[in-house]
């Protein structure tokens, strides 16, 4: 390119850059001017609003890492926001989660196509019943509380990730939950339940006679457990349940498996041990990394064990071992009443058994495990076609030998565990990073409607 040829392309380059200051300029003044008249947060609104827009159409994939790293802090940002007054909070918490997935969805169903598999039947079909269902008796907004998980499903249907991008989410993820352990210890050995009731009182969360609830302590157990960023200690013990299954898979580093190890067993959450170490056992003998396990498990008993005194596990483990926990006999109970509940009401109830009816119904009955509450609310045939899809993605996620498939498969079964004792469905920040992996490996072995678009350099566009 010669001389003559640069100066004639140079002024278009300028009046481009120019123009984008121009906008730039104007949209500020524009918003200091409306700035006198309204609120300075309603005013950035529209403009963050169509930023993420932008962003969502031209980098889908991009927004969609950010969404799944930021969803374990969402929690904790929306509960200061409204601490401190925030306007609009809620509104903002359906948007970053919801909102964007399901845009980000749209775009690479476009893009990507989407094929339909014998677990998206199932799913279909448990969706449908559950709509007709809650057209008898309940509501929508329980409905989709209960049923929030399909989203990010369906999202991981419709994407599709190179290699390297699963090797750069799978690292970010470990990473994240890591860090957040060991920030989260802050917590249970310096400030205490403190700062947390305060906040929990205030925004009305988790709190009975202006203590936290229950879940944050547990018989024989002197302290309190780890929830770092998240609601409560159940649902941070799953995520470090989920951040060590895709550690075991992708990466070889022990530092960020310590790290969420340590969360892990500070969260003092039982079901969250087993389904981990169920996991993490299967998925080392599918991929014949048995050594690997025995030392591994060597050092997470060990780790354990030190633990013990620290934590003041020793009356915890001793209730236990010899059935003397209320929360061990509660849950058996929940479970005998929800099987019992369920026979006596094969076609379920009524939103009365949501859990947040407990809000709006003084007597509303609550089961706080997953297939009980699915039966007892819509009924029997919607949770046996849950089941139903929960045992085809297996099925299908039993063939797939790749990475993806490895961890989607350790993920499912690990929460197919966690749900006999909890109801993890309504916890929607933690189903994102649950069932979008899931979604992810389904679509990898099933294939997609029609190959995904791959741009060759200097190709016209």
């Known amino acids: 390119m010669n001389s003559a040829t640069v100066a004639q392309n140079r002024p278009a380059s300028i009046g481009l850059s120019g123009l984008q200051i121009s906008v730039a300029v104007c949209i500020l003044t524009l918003a200091g001017l409306l700035s006198v008249f309204v609120s300075p947060l309603m005013v950035l609104v529209p403009f963050v609003g169509a930023a993420a827009l932008w962003l ?187 951040a060590l299954i895709i550690w075991w898979v992708y990466s070889r580093n022990p530092l960020p498996a310590g790290m969420a190890a340590v969360g892990l067993i500070c969260s003092v959450t039982r079901n969250a041990w087993l389904g981990a170490a169920a996991a993490i056992v299967l998925l080392a003998v599918m991929m014949r990394q048995k050594r690997r396990l025995a030392l591994y498990a060597t050092l997470a008993l060990g780790l354990f064990i030190a633990s013990i005194p620290v934590l003041g596990l020793k009356d915890y483990l001793f209730f236990t071992k010899t059935g003397q926990d209320p929360s061990a006999e509660f849950h058996q109970d929940q479970i005998l009443t929800g099987l019992k509940y369920n026979a006596e009401h094969p076609f379920g109830s009524s939103n009365k058994l949501s859990p947040l009816a407990s809000k709006e119904v003084s007597n509303a009955l609550i089961f706080e495990t997953t297939y009980p509450a699915v039966a007892a609310e819509y009924g029997i045939p919607v949770v046996l076609c849950f089941l139903a899809f929960l045992f085809s993605a297996l099925h299908l996620l039993w063939k797939e030998k790749s990475h993806l498939g490895y961890t989607a498969l350790g993920i499912v079964v690990a929460m197919c565990i966690v749900m006999i004792f909890t109801n993890p469905l309504v916890d929607r920040r933690l189903m994102i990073w649950v069932w979008f992996p899931v979604g992810l490996a389904v679509r990898s072995a099933v294939g997609w409607a029609f190959p995904p678009v791959r741009r060759i350099a200097n190709q016209p566009t």
């Open 56 to 242: 969502v159409l031209k980098f889908p994939v991009t927004v969609l890492g950010l969404v799944l790293a930021f969803m374990p802090f969402d929690f904790m940002t929306i509960a200061l926001g409204k601490f401190f007054g925030l306007p609009h909070m809620t509104l903002v918490s359906v948007f970053d989660k919801e909102g964007l997935l399901l845009l980000v969805g749209i775009l690479l169903w476009r893009r990507n196509g989407f094929k339909i598999s014998t677990p998206d039947w199932f799913l279909l079909a448990f969706f449908v019943l559950a709509l007709v269902r809650t057209f008898f008796s309940g509501t929508l907004l329980n409905l989709a509380a209960d049923l929030g998980f399909i989203l990010p499903y369906m999202v991981g249907r419709m994407a599709v990730l190179t290699t390297q991008q699963e090797q750069l989410g799978a690292q970010c993820a470990v990473w994240i939950i890591g860090i957040l352990s060991v920030l989260g210890l802050a917590e249970v050995f310096i400030f205490g339940e403190g700062p947390r009731t305060l906040l929990y009182v205030a925004i009305d969360s988790e709190t009975e006679g202006g203590q936290l609830t229950t879940p944050f302590h547990g018989a024989g157990l002197l302290g309190l457990r780890e929830a770092a960023t998240m609601v409560g200690p159940n649902g941070f013990g799953a995520l470090c349940m989920i």
